[in-house]
Nanobody
Framework: QVQLVESGGGLVQAGGSLRLSCAAS????????IGWFRRAPGKEREFVAAIKWSGGSTAYVDSVKGRFTISRDGAKNTVYLQMNSLKPEDTAVYYC?????????????????????WGQGTQVTVSS
């Protein structure tokens, strides 16, 4: 059983930066895909970014490309989401999620229901 714990959220002004962390316990991220999702008030949960632990392939939603960077630290068993040039529309609860794909060649999925493990979420608020 994998437990995921997010941290790093907070209040920041537009144009500012935050770095979110997702730490795993109970198991390692080996062979996993780790994704970041967000849910803004009144909206559906949205895919933000994901990374394959093995190989480091990444995927991003178009609205964050060039501003957000997902990365991993094997020694710390942690995935990061560096968020720069934040906008008020980035305000949401951000969730870390993990899944173990059937094949290492599988394309990164952006569908929340395909991720088996979820953290509790961390609030990011961007003021204008």
């Amino acid at each position: 059983q994998v437990q995921l714990v997010e941290s790093g959220g907070g209040l920041v002004q537009a144009g500012g930066s935050l770095r979110l962390s997702c730490a795993a316990s109970g198991s390692t991220f080996s062979s996993s895909v780790i994704g970041w999702f967000r849910r803004a008030p009144g909206k559906e949960r949205e895919f933000v970014a994901a990374i394959k632990w093995s190989g480091g392939s990444t995927a991003y939603v178009d609205s964050v490309k060039g501003r957000f960077t997902i990365s991993r630290d094997g020694a710390k068993n942690t995935v990061y989401l560096q968020m720069n040039s934040l906008k008020p529309e980035d305000t949401a609860v951000y969730y870390c999620a993990a899944r173990r794909p059937n094949s290492p060649l599988e394309v990164i999925t952006t569908t929340p229901s395909r991720y088996a493990y979820w953290g509790q979420g961390t609030q990011v608020t961007v003021s204008s």
